[in-house]
């Protein structure tokens, strides 16, 4: 093997043991006690008002260029998702500080939601995958693969490994599926684009295929503030 290729392969090793580490830190959350955008879609492409909110508040973090610390970006937000009160309000972590201290990628759909949300609901099921899919898994909030509408909670398998029931990333659909079932995204913890079309890690935008979706969660009306 060459050095290029041994340095390859180290890279991909430390790829696949961040992913290992996060799929880790989900399952630990619950052990624990309990620049611009793109043209915007037709409003019915949208199943709630409070889905709006969320797609333009994430792009709103998204346009901040949040990166993973020491990735040149605004690495502070992650913080406000993970213990801020519009985030999860999980205060008793500590401040994010290193790349892989916690698994933010609900954290950063429960900010996104934010203030419009029942603020319970952010702070106890969106923290992981498994929350999400032992709240939701059997309910009127989980929903058909073919249904997917712009706002939805989409959790992803993110390798072909797709025995964990719950998947095992979090994202936000940011368009409906195309003919070939592939759909744009906004996540938080994620490599991918950020607004000057770099790819870097933390909060991005991609696109993903039907077939790697584990679950397919719709916030209902109920599960808003009154505004």
């Known amino acids: 093997m060459t050095k290029k290729e041994l340095l390859a392969h180290i890279d991909q090793l430390n790829d696949d043991l961040r992913r290992l580490g996060r799929d880790v830190k989900h399952l630990s959350l619950d052990v624990q006690s309990f620049k611009g955008d793109r043209a915007r879609p037709s409003r019915k492409a949208y199943p709630t008002e ?5 797609i333009r508040r994430a792009l709103e ?5 949040v990166t ?4 040149g970006g605004a690495s502070y937000r992650i913080d406000q998702y993970i213990r801020g009160p519009e985030g999860l309000g999980w205060t008793w972590e500590d401040e994010y500080k290193r790349n892989g201290q916690f ?3 609900g954290a950063f759909a429960a900010y996104a939601y934010g203030p419009a949300l029942d603020y319970q609901i952010r702070h106890k099921i969106f923290a992981s995958c498994y929350r999400l899919f032992n709240n939701w898994g059997r309910t009127a909030h989980c929903r058909d693969h073919e249904t997917i509408m712009i706002g939805d909670i989409v959790v992803v398998w993110t390798s072909s490994d797709q025995s964990i029931q719950q998947g095992n990333h979090i994202t ?6 195309d003919s070939a079932g ?3 995204t906004i996540e938080g913890n994620a490599k991918g684009a950020g607004p000057d079309a770099d790819w870097r890690e933390g909060v991005s935008r991609r696109t993903r295929d039907i077939k790697n979706v584990a679950h397919i969660y719709r916030l209902l009306e109920e599960d808003f503030n009154e505004r």
Do not use: Y
């Open 172 to 177: 936000i659909a940011l368009s409906v599926p």
């Open 103 to 105: 698994a933010w990628c």
């Open 61 to 65: 973090e998204w346009n901040l260029n």
């Open 68 to 71: 993973e610390p020491g990735g």
């Open 182 to 184: 592939v759909f744009e």
């Open 50 to 54: 409070g889905a709006e909110i969320a």
